[in-house]
């Protein structure tokens, strides 16, 4: 259903493209635009369906649906990073594997060996090197959060869902990646 729509907008050189749904919306349309290599011809504007969207929290933008069409259309900054993972899919909000149980690397720094509650991964709203990872454990002294920016996390685990952008993976996953792609999303933000 995309796919038409990227050739007619290619047919315009420089497009933007209005995205009205959930995070999950989001993400398959961007996944549509990089498997099609268009990442670099098209700048979008993102009009949340739902006001919790984490996806519109990390980057700012409104959930009303009228503030979100003037920012989406305007001339704000445009551009965040682009998050892929080793099984071919996008992050552009929020990652979430919990419980995990396992070894996760951030660039060189380890950041999980064990058992945890939870294990976050956003891209970086600063920019920086590209992504954010939160790693939560329960102690004898009360909740303890770890946070590491880098370019990439990797993770071997017990058998574990993995969510992206609040869309369950098809099945259980013993590893994962998640990393910065080369080029970033064309996004429109509020100025």
């Known amino acids: 259903m995309v796919d038409p729509l990227l050739a007619e907008l290619a047919e315009l050189g420089d497009a933007r493209l209005l995205v009205h749904g959930s995070d999950a919306d989001l993400a398959s349309v961007v996944l549509r635009i990089l498997r099609t290599d268009r990442l670099g011809d098209i700048t979008l504007g993102y009009l949340p369906a739902d006001p919790a969207s984490r996806t519109a929290r990390l980057w700012g933008l409104p959930t009303e649906l009228g503030a979100a069409l003037r920012v989406a259309r305007g001339d704000g900054p445009v551009g965040v990073p682009?998050?892929?993972?080793?099984?071919?899919?996008?992050?552009?909000?929020?990652?979430?594997?919990?419980?995990?149980?396992?070894?996760?690397?951030?660039?060189?720094?380890?950041?999980?060996?064990?058992?945890?509650?939870?294990?976050?991964v956003t891209p970086d709203p600063a920019g920086g090197e590209g992504?954010?990872?939160?790693?939560?454990?329960?102690?004898?002294f009360g909740r303890r959060t770890i946070v590491q920016p880098g370019r990439a996390l990797q993770l071997a685990c017990e058998p574990a869902t993995?969510?992206?952008?609040?869309?369950p993976h098809v099945?259980?996953?013993?590893?994962?990646?998640?990393?910065?792609?080369?080029?970033?999303l064309r996004l429109v933000r509020s100025g």
Request: hydrophobic share 40%.
């Open 171 to 184: 099945r259980l996953m013993e590893k994962w990646t998640w990393y910065r792609h080369t080029a970033d």
């Open 162 to 167: 993995v969510l992206r952008d609040g869309v």
């Open 82 to 120: 682009l998050l892929r993972d080793d099984v071919g899919g996008v992050l552009l909000g929020h990652g979430l594997i919990s419980p995990v149980k396992g070894s996760a690397y951030c660039d060189d720094t380890h950041v999980l060996k064990g058992a945890a509650t939870r294990l976050e």
């Open 131 to 140: 992504l954010v990872v939160r790693v939560r454990r329960r102690g004898l």
